[in-house]
Structures are given as C-alpha cells and as structure tokens.
Nanobody, 126 residues
Framework: QVQLVESGGELVQAGGSLRLSCAAS??????????MGWFRQAPGKEREFVAT????????YYSDSVKGRFTISRDNAKNTLYLQMNDLMPEDTAVYYC?????????????????WGRGTQVTVSS
C-alpha cells in the first residue's frame, strides 16, 4: 500500500508562483521504481494531465497548457515529488493531484496510475 500526500496549494495572485510537494510513503516503499505524475481538476471539468516524470527523473513531459511555466522534479532519497509552478494564471485554478505507478517510462493517462493522493487546492486570483 502506498500513500501520497500533496501539500503547498494556496491562494495566489496571477503571475505568482507556487511549489507543490507530494510525499510518498508505505511499507518498505521506495520511490526509485515509480513513475510519477501531476494531474488537476477544475470545478465542473474532468481531471486532466499536467506533468509526468520517469523513475530516474531523466525524462519529463508536460501538457501544452503548462509547458514552459511548470517544472516537475523528484527527490527519490526523500520520496518526494515536486511541481514548481510559475507565471500562474486564473485558469490554473484546480485541485492538484499526485499519482504514482510502477514503471520505468512515464504516462499521461490517469488510467495508467495505480495510486493517488487526495489533492491540494490551488486558487489563482486575477
């Protein structure tokens, strides 16, 4: 069993920055073998892919809507995933979820992930 806990979401003005964290834990859990991703869900909308990273951190992939503004990274020694979000816009307002799956590659579809956190709220005011 794997637990994922997101943190770092808050109210911020447009143009501002936030860094989200996702702490992973579990019995004998190590993040080294896991591909990780960030998704988000705005009110009245479906959950959408934001960013993903391979187990080693060597490869990343972003949705077009956040490319160039967001950066996904990981610290496997700390079992922690990060999402640095810069130049935030009101349309970035959503609940942000961390997800994990055992894989060497990365994935952009939510169905490919086995474990999910409960989310952290990001609100960007105009």
């Amino acid at each position: 069993q794997v637990q994922l806990v997101e943190s770092g979401g808050e109210l911020v003005q447009a143009g501002g920055s936030l860094r989200l964290s996702c702490a992973a834990s579990g019995r004998a859990f190590s993040m080294y073998a896991w591909a990780m991703g960030w998704f988000r869900q705005a009110p009245g909308k479906e959950r959408e892919f934001v960013a993903t990273i391979t187990w080693s951190g060597g490869s990343t992939y972003y949705s077009d809507s956040v490319k160039g503004r967001f950066t996904i990274s990981r610290d496997n020694a700390k079992n922690t995933l990060y999402l640095q979000m810069n130049d935030l816009m009101p349309e970035d307002t959503a609940v942000y979820y961390c997800a994990a799956t055992i894989a060497r590659s990365y994935y952009t579809q939510s169905d490919d992930y086995n474990y999910w956190g409960r989310g952290t709220q990001v609100t960007v005011s105009s």
